[in-house]
């Protein structure tokens, strides 16, 4: 298909703002996405921001920031990031998951991220990498696809990609090890599938639109990529012309397998082209163009097809933006057929070598008779080229490497070393599990990120019975993102991601630590967003760091101290646990939500242990902690769809109020007998 320079922005647009939820998208329950090369920051404050709808800013406020964040991630199911590895690395929040994708052979190289919020799931593939350049600096092509009650999207293509998905994940069990990071990404995916195997269309309806869009995966336990083209493609004739842009290709050395595959698509008698987009430099005065591709994209075309064309365009780049796209574009008369996704056209990417990556493409068949315009849809998108006269002075001149797309750390992570946990033992205290599997390198040592002094040494592990499973106490305030491991005949280390147990076991910001009951009165009596009330309580404490008083939010002017009297305290306290009993019925998108709200920094039993440790006396503890226990009763959880139960709402609480009744004093035999009675009315009526 000859090109031309395109004179509108039409097929353009930013892929951070496909994190972004739409309207009626509802909460956020999870996400996954899947990586070659990876920037734990990029996708932690660009991406992991804008699907948890934060309102502030890292940069103006980073205390609140961090508050909001943490909020928000610990009510996720699952947030995870699956990255091959050789670039699985990098400081960040143990609330979200990186897994270590570890092929035998090839890369996982596909650009997946799956969204799902409440009311919609969208599913993204592409070719740009989780990184800044990826998402912001090259030329990229990717797809979105929304899934929601009712939609139109291909319900199929959510269904595959699940299941790809589940695959992908599957990489990153070494010896059949499950660990909480991977069962958490697979339940999600299975929440997923049950939960949106009705949001969109089937099979049959998808075929009446003027296009259908299919999932093409390589890899593992899959056909290449030119055998699920050939299957899709509805002419009763091949078609007349191929488009493909690709950064990459196979080495000039090789016999080019893709180019071969190519001409088996298209067809046999008549004219046929083949179009190659590439990029290329200018020589010295203009005078030579180098091509950054070899040659047998020319010479593989056969050479006894007469009518068979090969054609070479160089791609227009504006302001200099590397080539990152991938696609391949066939057509007639009346078919288009547009694949774009992380597939390089190599073997390895497409799915004819041996050694093969786990790739992730989209395919849109367009109907020109359906669809008017769909030369201009399919081809917005796709770079622009001008022509190049192979008769002038041309040299060929392949990448000597794939860039963005190969190496990373030069030294992998051996098998052995097979998983890494933070996590709590019974009496609290913090913990890394290290799990072994197979044969270990010789003198291996594990170091703590940021020094090189040995945490964990093979020395060490002997003398402790050389278990599969090491369990060390971890001493530092701040869980580590993970380790660098070192051993004999590598100068440079590896690195070891930590992820955590569950989410529960990590410790709150510091700014949420130990709050006094006065602060937690005012935070949750307030209808602002946790964030918002604490960036006045930040705001107050600064203003107030010289004082010798003690910083809550109670008024400063009050003259008059009534703590002590018990009325006055639950007078305080009552506004709070009517504010708190409203927030407990809303209907909560996911368990660990819910949990948020009775176990976080600033839930129930955050104020039930407050009301604990500043009681004045057993029967004052016991009153206001009965009190608390009589809101959480009340409850009456709403019903949502998309949302918990009313029933798992309510046991949830329930078990809540058997907690707080473990935290009730004994009373004082001389107290109030009427009070003694009411507390323990409180709590049998619960436990009817």
Partial sequence: MARHKKDDKQGCGKLLDAWEAPGEAGDPVGCLTTSFTFSSEFFEVECLSRFLDLDSDPTEN?????????????????????????????????????????????????????????????????????????????????????????????????????????????TASISGIQTPALQ????????????????GQSGQENIREGVQVFPVFCGK???????????????????????????????????????????ELLRQRGEATANFFVTAEDGPGDETLF??????????????????????????LERGRPLHAKGILLEDSRWILYLIGSSNFTSAGTGLARNSNLEANLIYLFDRKRLEGAVKLAAASFPDGEAVDLDGPVQWKPSPSEGEDEGGQRVLLPLFFADATYDLDKSGGATITFAFSGSSPPGWEISQEGTKLPFLTEAR???????????????????????????????????????????????????????????????IGSASPLHKMLQKFLLNRSKSSGSQEPVTLVDPHKKVDTSSFLLQRSRRLSWALNALRQ??????????????????????????????????????????LAELAMTLDRVKPESKPGHLSPKSHRDALLKAIEEIHQLVPEMNVEGPANLDQYVKSVFMRNQK
């Avoid at 003398?463 to 580590?480: C, F, H, I, M, Y």
């Fill in 461 to 523: 592990w002997q003398n402790t019975g050389a278990k599969e499973s090491t369990v060390l106490a971890w001493q530092d305030e701040r869980p580590p993102s993970g380790f660098w491991v070192r051993w004999q005949g590598n100068p440079e280390a590896a690195w070891w991601p930590v992820n955590v147990a569950d989410s529960a076991a990590l410790p709150p910001p510091d700014d949420l630590k130990d709050l006094k009951l006065e602060d937690l009165i005012h935070i």
């Fill in 291 to 316: 091509l950054n591709a070899p040659e047998s994209l020319v010479t593989a075309q056969p050479t006894k097809r007469p009518g068979a064309s090969t054609q070479i365009f160089r791609v227009h």
């Fill in 184 to 199: 958490r990404w697979k339940n999600l995916l299975t929440q997923v599938k049950e939960n949106c195997k009705a949001w």
């Fill in 221 to 263: 336990d899959y056909p290449d990529l030119f055998q699920k083209v050939k299957g899709i493609w509805p002419g009763s004739s091949p078609a007349e012309s191929a488009c493909v842009v690709s950064p990459f290709f196979d080495p000039p050395e090789a016999k080019n397998a893709p180019v071969s595959a190519i001409w």
């Fill in 62 to 170: 980073a205390p609140v920031y961090l508050i909001e964040r943490e909020e928000k991630l610990a009510q996720l199911s699952c947030a995870a990031a699956l990255v091959d590895q050789n670039h699985c690395r990098g400081d960040r929040s143990l609330r979200w998951d990186l897994i270590c994708a570890r092929l035998p052979r090839g890369l996982q190289h596909a650009k997946v991220s799956l969204l799902y919020w409440s009311n919609l799931c969208r599913l993204i593939i592409g070719s740009a990498n989780m990184t800044e350049d990826g998402y912001r600096r090259n030329l990229e092509v990717f797809g979105v696809l929304d899934f929601r009650p009712g939609g139109e999207a291909p319900i199929a293509c959510l269904m595959e990609a699940v299941e790809f998905l589940r695959l992908a994940g599957s």
């Fill in 583 to 624: 927030r407990l019925e809303k209907p909560a998108v996911t368990m660990k939500s819910l949990n948020w709200r009775l176990r976080g920094p600033v839930g129930v039993m955050a104020l039930a242990h407050a009301l604990c440790r500043e009681g004045r006396s057993s029967e004052e503890k016991g009153f206001l």
